[in-house]
């Protein structure tokens, strides 16, 4: 049952957002029926955060967390491997891409996995994590449930592209979809934005608004029917990541933790990757910009520095932990970023400079939620080819070296 006209002026007026029917009477049928749906979907609840904001960035006491390093995993690794294969033969782990971004910054409108890094050949983002998806499938003889977050600007196409490419060989019915929750724009005084006149201004709710975006969507129920108990969930643009990597799992499993946390040594002590460590006594991340220079040149009893672990965004979640944190809301982000809207001439403006806020809940929060982590070091070369840039660091070019020093032809 949707809400009436006079319940969505209703909810407007409780949050002081009464401006976005601003042009409602101009809209034909079917766009004050996608209005109104858009506005009752919307959590306002979250915009009164733009007021406490510098309340939610604040860190607790932050200490050492120590990963199990790759010396202890290679003497452990046929144990390791053994219980990761037999909870991937029992079904018990599934994988979760999140895929919800577009290959914009790669000068493509394109959904991000998309993107074609091959030269003499087509391979796709999207090719190379199901390739590794399938090394797993050979080596344990099953197969695991894949679920691929999309988000409403790239979702038809991101389904039509994998339907239209047989998913690249992975079988069609372990894949499911489901789309990331959107959160409302805003300017700097709390008031969301338009960007057409029968359409607020949203953005996806964050890398931590997965697990909430799959709840809703009703993948639970075929995760809690599938017998599902650890989900790896996964960014789209690593191209040499290991998804249910059967080491991975099993290490995590035997070492009794709630969450795994794939990481690698940094290569500088400013590279732009978050840290894993304790705060106030829980497994936590600080993201790059958050670190002190103490932090930054801290050192643990080896001489090492005490912050060294970067993690990749490649998770291992147990599911029942995860229904306990989703009960709870995660703290949000507010972001300040570059927002198109509607003036006060009703005309779309694109600022050159920031205009207002996102709101985001971020992985890392979900970590801090948890009891215990493992943070698994694995090698970079290996592991590590993150596609954020065309050029220079973490960019097409340097995965296209990652790969082929991979033995993946391009």
Not at 22 to 34: Q, R, V
Not at 75 to 102: C, D, H, P, W, Y
Not at 108 to 129: A, H, Q, W
């Amino acid at each position: 049952m949707s809400m009436t006209l006079d319940q969505i002026k209703d909810k407007l007026a409780t949050y002081g957002q009464e401006h976005v029917l601003k042009y409602y009477e101009e809209l034909d049928a079917e766009g004050k029926k996608a209005l109104l749906a858009q506005i009752e979907a919307t959590d306002m609840s979250i915009l009164d955060a733009c007021k406490n904001k510098e309340a939610l960035t604040q860190k607790g006491e932050i200490s050492p967390l120590a990963a199990m390093q790759i010396p202890e995993i290679e003497a452990n690794r046929e144990s390791f491997t053994a219980t990761g294969i037999k909870a991937i033969q029992e079904g018990k782990v599934a994988a979760v891409l999140l895929a919800g971004g577009m290959g914009t910054r790669l000068g493509s409108d394109n959904p991000k996995g998309m993107y074609n890094v091959g030269l003499t050949r087509e391979l796709y983002i999207f090719e190379c994590l199901v390739n590794n998806m399938l090394d797993v499938v050979r080596q344990a003889d099953a197969w695991f449930h894949l679920f691929v977050m999309t988000s409403d600007k790239n979702h038809e196409a991101t389904v039509n592209f994998l339907t239209e490419h047989n998913f690249f060989g992975y079988k069609a019915e372990y894949v499911h979809f489901f789309q990331q929750e959107m959160a409302a724009a805003t300017d700097y005084n709390g008031k969301i934005y338009l960007e057409e006149k029968g359409k607020l201004s949203t953005s996806p709710n964050g890398n931590g608004g997965w697990f909430v975006s799959l709840v809703n969507s009703g993948m639970l129920d075929v995760i809690k029917e599938a017998g599902i108990e650890w989900l790896n969930a996964f960014a789209v643009d690593n191209v040499l990541q290991r998804i249910a990597d059967p080491c991975f799992i099993g290490a995590t499993i035997q070492k009794e933790c709630v969450v795994g946390a794939k990481v690698v040594k940094k290569n500088a002590p400013d590279e732009k990757v978050g840290v894993i460590c304790l705060e106030d006594g829980r497994p936590s991340i600080v993201e790059y910009y958050e670190l002190t220079e103490e932090l930054m040149t801290a050192k643990d009893a080896n001489g090492d520095p005490a912050y060294y672990f970067g993690v990749i965004l490649n998770y291992l979640f147990n599911v029942e932990e995860l229904e306990l944190i989703w009960k709870k809301n995660l703290p949000l982000h507010i972001v300040e970023k570059k927002i198109p809207y509607l003036n006060e001439a009703g005309e779309l403006v694109k600022p050159e400079e920031p205009n207002g806020y996102k709101f985001e809940s971020l992985i890392l929060d979900m970590i801090h939620q948890m009891s215990s982590c493992l943070p698994f070091e694995v090698a970079r070369e290996r592991e590590f080819a993150p596609i954020k840039n065309k050029t220079g660091i973490d960019s097409v070019e340097s995965a296209r070296a990652l790969l082929q020093q991979n033995g993946v032809t391009l």
